[in-house]
């Protein structure tokens, strides 16, 4: 990989970055707040935004980075396929549970639903999520979808994809302000109390966190080989893989016979970049 160093630090620091506002968002419930339990009052509230941290931030960076770790790239395009996807869906079901954790207090301590500007987006990025799983699965997962198509899709699903997950830190920045105002009374917000500064602090976490996982899915010199999937193409007959690209692999070799197989094997590879 070109500039190992490089991606070693962008990860390490947005690993740390991650892990410590996870730690952050917990200190906040359960030594500044309620702590957490599922009772309809505050304490169940509180799973709102730790859930949304861990599951919708965190897990989902990881998510979006999986393919990029060098030391995966010997296994298969498809068990990482398995890996991105079952992260996406784990990350899916805590900011589903996150939602439901908001809407119960909500319900028990009679505050109306949906007013505000952060539930309306946060309502649309989790609906949003939900289809981006649909169609990722569709499309890359089940081996149905021609090639063209998948390659077609993958510009969109990148940018809807990192669009999503930029519009997820900006809901969580918007939920941390908000809560911030609404409960710090005496002291208010505006006197900066301990935990407003140290709140303040978990969203600058969660900026950095986002900028260096960003940074880190769109760096086309980190990009995983293609030669991995060129390889199954050859060797694993039987296998997803080569079943959706042998089509268009039989179409590579028509009437380049002649040409020598490292050409064939740039084209091709060219095709798996564009197309998985
Ligand atoms: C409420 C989504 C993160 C604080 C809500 C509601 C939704 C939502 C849909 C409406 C619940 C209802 O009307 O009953 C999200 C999503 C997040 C997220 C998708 C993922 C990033 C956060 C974070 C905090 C937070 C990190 C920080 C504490 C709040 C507060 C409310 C709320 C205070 C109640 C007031 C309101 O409805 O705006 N959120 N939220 N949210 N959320 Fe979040
Ligand atoms: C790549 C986001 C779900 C399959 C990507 C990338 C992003 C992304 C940002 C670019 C990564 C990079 O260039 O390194 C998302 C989001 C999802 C989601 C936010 C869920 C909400 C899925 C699912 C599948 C899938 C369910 C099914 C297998 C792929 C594939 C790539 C990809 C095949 C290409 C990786 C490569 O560059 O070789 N996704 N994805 N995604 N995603 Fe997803």
Redesign the pocket.
Known sequence: MENLKHFLLALSAAGAAGFVAIVFVLRWVLHFREGLAWDGGPAEFNW??VL??TG??FLQGIAIIVYRLPWTWQCSKLMMKFIHAGLHVAAFTF?VI??VA??DF?NTAKIP????L??WL??M??ILYGLQIVLGVGVYLIPVAPVAWRAACMPIHVYSGLLLFAS?IA??LM??T??LI?SLSNPKYKDSPPEAVFVNVLGLLLVIFGALILWIATRPAWKRPGEQMTHSLHTNSGGEDSAKAGPALSELSDGVSAESGGDVRKRSNKLDNQAD
């Open positions: 709102h935004p949304a941290v919708f931030v900011a996150a939602v908001a809407f909500h639903n949906m007013y505000s952060h539930s946060g309502l990025a989790v997820i809901v969580a939920g941390i908000e809560k609404f």
